[in-house]
């Protein structure tokens, strides 16, 4: 299939190893904040999503960071497989109702 | 429960022809999005729609692109003609508002 994002950051992780992947946003008045992974091939999927009243919020094996302040969302994946090997992008809004804005999206490479 | 549906998977047609994208939503979500998604980046929003108005289409290249969703369930997106430029991934996606986006697997078209 076709690659998605052949000149995005890159982040090689050993497997089993945690990874943290970070994103800068844009609006200040954004309160609604996703993490989606997207496979080549494949569309966007959902991983975790955020509300601006928390700072943290954890899933299965990802935890995803608000920092509110310096406007910078994390997603953290604990014990990294090869499954996991994907690009990810964050993605902002406010209310649900303004238009989903991406950002740049890294490219997570896990090494076996 | 189906995911968001979309048809065809690929399609290659040469410039100045017409070209159609058929997109099934997720049972139950009012709410469907279209957007363009270009190698390297994140998927750029090209019209929303609230049932079957569509509430945000600022960002649709009105002279070439159309799109409709009659009944409030299926959307068809229109390129007539294509041009070179619009070589991307064509994405549908679609929510329960304020909710999360799923998005389908995507169209990918090439304009030769």
């Known amino acids: 299939g076709e690659s998605v994002g052949l000149h995005l950051p890159t982040l090689s992780v050993q497997e089993g190893d945690n990874s943290i992947i970070n994103c800068a946003y844009s609006?200040?008045?954004?309160?609604?904040f996703i993490w989606y992974k997207q496979e080549s091939g494949k569309g966007p999927q959902f991983i975790i999503d955020?509300?601006?009243?928390?700072d943290k919020r954890q899933g299965q094996r990802v935890t995803v960071l608000l920092n509110k302040t310096v406007k910078h969302l994390s997603l953290q994946i604990a014990a990294t497989q090869p499954g996991d090997s994907a690009v990810y992008f964050c993605?902002?809004?406010?209310?649900?109702?303004?238009?989903?804005?991406f950002g740049k999206g890294t490219r997570l490479s896990v090494i076996a | 429960e189906a995911g968001v549906v979309q048809s065809p998977r690929y399609k290659i047609i040469e410039k100045k022809q017409p070209v159609a994208f058929w997109c099934n939503p997720i049972?139950?979500?009012?709410?469907l999005y279209w957007y363009l998604q270009n190698l390297g980046q994140g998927p750029e929003l090209l019209i929303r729609?609230?049932?079957?108005?569509?509430?945000?289409d600022s960002q649709l290249p009105k002279d070439r692109f159309s799109a409709e969703r009659l009944k409030g369930v299926d959307s068809t997106l229109k390129i007539q003609p294509a041009e070179l430029g619009d070589s991307a991934v064509y994405l549908c996606?679609?929510?329960?508002?304020?909710?999360?986006?799923?998005f389908g697997p995507g169209t990918r078209l090439t304009v030769l």
């Open positions: 993605a902002e809004t406010h209310s649900g109702n303004t238009p989903l804005v």
């Open positions: 955020i509300r601006s009243n928390m």
């Open positions: 049972s139950g979500h009012n709410t």
């Open positions: 996606a679609s929510s329960n508002p304020p909710g999360t986006q799923y």
């Open positions: 609006n200040s008045a954004s309160d609604y």
């Open positions: 729609y609230e049932n079957e108005e569509a509430v945000d």
